[in-house]
Each structure stands twice: as structure tokens, then as C-alpha cells.
T-cell receptor, first 116, second 115 residues
Framework: GAVVSQHPSRVICKSGTSVKIECRSLDFQATTMFWYRQFPKQSLMLMATSNEGSKATYEQGVEKDKFLINHASLTLSTLTVTSAHPEDSSFYIC????????????FGEGSRLTVL | AQSVAQPEDQVNVAEGNPLTVKCTYSVSGNPYLFWYVQYPNRGLQFLLKYITGDNLVKGSYGFEAEFNKSQTSFHLKKPSALVSDSALYFCAVRVRNQAGTALIFGKGTTLSVSS
């Protein structure tokens, strides 16, 4: 299957700092990428849909100023958690679709953010 | 509202026994259904999908799922469980949203296979 790479896999930061997470599609071009957040022992919550060359579409309840998403190319989307606080600590997972027809997604390995 | 439900938080089976992980859905139109597996601190791995055609879908690692339109279900099955199948399993359905389409996930079911 298609490969989606996510970096960093783990990051620890101080409260108030900003953290950037990168998501790359390695062997295919992804017009659309998705960012999910997963709390411990819970499901994935869709945060936003990232479209190459345009603004991201955020799900209800997700602060767009807190979670900045940029999709500058067909192979790279970034999520920046701005002014991070301990409650932002979570597992963030990106995904991209190789097939627009089926909706099947390929997932990155996830990034665990811990805000102290 | 469009949704997907996994009624069991945990499923326990003995190695060699058949397993079933349940999933029901609620969407408008024809459903696109998926199963993913997640190992600790990892991303999700695709197992199988139902788009159209045969109601019994075969996927990776010997898993299969049966689409039942009348019961709006898409249960994941395997004839003979392995200890290495122990993981967190997610059912997902494609939905249309303001951004186009996206996958929404059930809450997940932890499968524990004992030796």
C-alpha cells in the first residue's frame, strides 16, 4: 500500500511553545490529507481536512487558530499546535487517500505530543 | 446523523478459535466501509474495505468481513485467531462533509487473543 510518513514520532515541549508535525506521502501525490487526534483508549477524532493549495476545512469544535494546517505541496501537510498547553497532549495522526473514488486512507505512524 | 458503532469495548478469544468484531453503521446512500487495525503507539493499518459487489470481503492477515445491508452491519471475522492478532480494531465509514468526504471511525474494539 501507499506510504505516509509522519515526523516527529514523539515530541515533548513546554507549555506556551509551538510544535510542528509533518506528514508526507512518500510514493503518491495526495491532494487531500486528513488530521486526526486520538485520546488514550479512544477513537480517532477528525480535526480537519487539508487540501493542497487552499485553506484547511476544520471540524466543528476544532480551533483553527490553535491548530494551524498548511498543505503547501501534493506530498506535504503540516500541523502546528500553537501555544501548546497540557490539554493539547495527545496522539496526532495524519492520513492521505491514494484513491479518491473509494475513500480508503493510508495513515502515518502518528505523533505523540506531550506538553509539560 | 452519520455514524459508526462498535458495541464491544473488548473481545476475548482463545488462539485457534474464530473471532468476530462487530460494527454497525448509519449513513445515507450506499456505504463505503473499512476496517483498520492499530498496534500500540502506531498509526492505523488498512485491513479491508467494502465498496460494492460481493458481501463477503477478504482482507489482510486472513481477516474477512461481511456486509449486511438489512442489518446495517459490517462485522469483522477470522476463522482461527492468532495471539499476534491482539490489537485495537476500528471500523470506519466514508461520509460526506463540507470538505468533500472523510472517514469517521467507531470507538474501537480491543481484541485479546490468549494462548
Amino acid at each position: 500500500g501507499a506510504v505516509v510518513s509522519q515526523h516527529p514520532s514523539r515530541v515533548i515541549c513546554k507549555s506556551g511553545t509551538s510544535v510542528k508535525i509533518e506528514c508526507r506521502s512518500l510514493d503518491f501525490q495526495a491532494t487531500t490529507m486528513f488530521w486526526y487526534r486520538q485520546f488514550p483508549k479512544q477513537s480517532l477524532m477528525l480535526m480537519a481536512t487539508s487540501n493542497e493549495g487552499s485553506k484547511a476545512t476544520y471540524e466543528q469544535g476544532v480551533e483553527k487558530d490553535k491548530f494551524l494546517i498548511n498543505h503547501a505541496s501534493l506530498t506535504l501537510s503540516t500541523l502546528t499546535v500553537t501555544s501548546a498547553h497540557p490539554e493539547d497532549s495527545s496522539f496526532y495522526i495524519c492520513s492521505a487517500g491514494a484513491s479518491a473514488n473509494t475513500g480508503e486512507l493510508f495513515f502515518g505512524e502518528g505523533s505523540r505530543l506531550t506538553v509539560l | 446523523a452519520q455514524s459508526v458503532a462498535q458495541p464491544e469495548d473488548q473481545v476475548n478469544v482463545a488462539e485457534g478459535n474464530p473471532l468476530t468484531v462487530k460494527c454497525t453503521y448509519s449513513v445515507s446512500g450506499n456505504p463505503y466501509l473499512f476496517w483498520y487495525v492499530q498496534y500500540p503507539n502506531r498509526g492505523l493499518q488498512f485491513l479491508l474495505k467494502y465498496i460494492t459487489g460481493d458481501n463477503l470481503v477478504k482482507g489482510s492477515y486472513g481477516f474477512e468481513a461481511e456486509f449486511n445491508k438489512s442489518q446495517t452491519s459490517f462485522h469483522l471475522k477470522k476463522p482461527s485467531a492468532l495471539v499476534s492478532d491482539s490489537a485495537l480494531y476500528f471500523c470506519a465509514v466514508r461520509v460526506r462533509n463540507q470538505a468533500g468526504t472523510a472517514l469517521i471511525f467507531g470507538k474501537g474494539t480491543t481484541l485479546s487473543v490468549s494462548s
